[in-house]
């Protein structure tokens, strides 16, 4: 069985304000049992994995869904996935973003085939190679790249290069943030003092040592940091997107970006998600100007691969550390990046899917959908806010937008999201799990936006004080 969600005093959480806790822990009861008998053929997979999945899931994250067991998937295309019992869910998931650009793309699914007759991996170039690097790079405005299978495998090479490269150790991060499972960023301010992360399974060394953390949009905090001189990188989201959404403050970048070159450090952006923002990035759409970026999840619509990019001085740097150590193996990249595949697949999708005109529907329609929601929470006196970050959109418990990752995490609520989110999956639409987040792909209609903000209304309306 999957997590359960325990009972709480009435509105104990800021955010509940408005919330009639034990007729929303009524409405959880009813649809927890709904699922159930709606789904017995995910219950009788579930039953199976338990046998010899850790979990009984291929990842413990996928029982983080507010489910009495873990939901099964037969297919998946577009902006629909279509579970083992025959159930079509409208998906504002996307993988949580890995498939930002739609499910199964037919341009991708067509150079996986093309590629699968080819060859799967050599560890050798391709041509493919070289025209990703060069579309990236005039993309995003860096000239060199190298890839990854993971964002979280790009992050860590990023910072290990970095290092190398200034003969520093530390890394600075912002409280809250999420750059995949690298180790060094899972440190937080607790009451204002610096800790790691008590969820870090396995962690025997102390991140503390080498890895510095801040609140995002305190450029005070920034400054006072970056003085000591020690910092090798400021690893970021240009807005934070893990915590629930929190965006930069009206000239923060402009600002930090001064203040880390003045202190000799480097600017890496994890644009992993903020890629919502349009084809460029949020970067490209803001005039930020980062030293090295990184990339993973949808660049290659979906395929395991990731992407970093750099300074033609930076990269410079990096070639001349790995000449200058001995020989042997630089923890840097595994047998299986830029295979033949993932290139393949990387190359269709910034070529063919990654496009203005995918942007060009999903922009609009994104902010269709985060007025629609508005609309609901005020018809509802819920004083929560609706955060946009181009193609992302999200709600959270609080009447204004987060300033920092202190006051985000302050107003998630793990049972009231669950709640939610399993009455909008009993009602064909699927959200992220974590916290609040949607996307809209270029599959995404106005009758799906409409089926979302629909659902959203009658979850609410059984759980709200007083509901109309």
Known sequence: MNSVV??????????RSGIDWPKALAFLERERQAFQLRHPRSAALADRANAHLLFGVPLHW???????????????????VTDVDGHALVDFCLGDTGAMFGHAPAPVQAALKRQAELGFTAMLATEDAALVAGALSERFGLPFWQFALSATDANRYVVRWLRAASGRNKLLV???????????VFVDLVQ???TQRDSLLGQVHNLLEHTVVVEFNDLPALESALAQGDVACVLAEPAMTNIGMVLPDPGFWDA?????????????????????????????AYGIQPDALVLGKPIAGGIPSAAYGMRAELAQRCVRAKAEAPPGHSGIGTTLTGNMLSMAAMRATLTEVMTPDAYNHMLPLAHQLAEGIRTVLAGRRLPWCVTELGARVEFQFCAEPPGNGQEAGGVLDAELEQLIHLGLLNRGVLITPFHNMMLVCPHTTEAHVQTLVEALADVLDQIVDGAR
């Open 174 to 184: 912002f409280n809250g943030c999420y750059h995949g499972t690298i180790e060094d």
């Open 6 to 15: 325990h009972d709480s005093p009435s509105n104990a959480r800021l955010g």
């Open 62 to 80: 996928m029982r983080d869904w507010g489910t009495p067991f873990a939901l099964h998937l037969e297919s998946a295309q577009g902006a629909v």
């Open 256 to 284: 930090a970006q001064r203040l880390i070159q003045a202190h000799g450090a480097w600017l890496v952006m994890d644009e992993t998600h903020t890629i919502s923002t349009g084809p460029g990035g949020y970067c490209r």
């Open 192 to 194: 204002g003092v610096p």
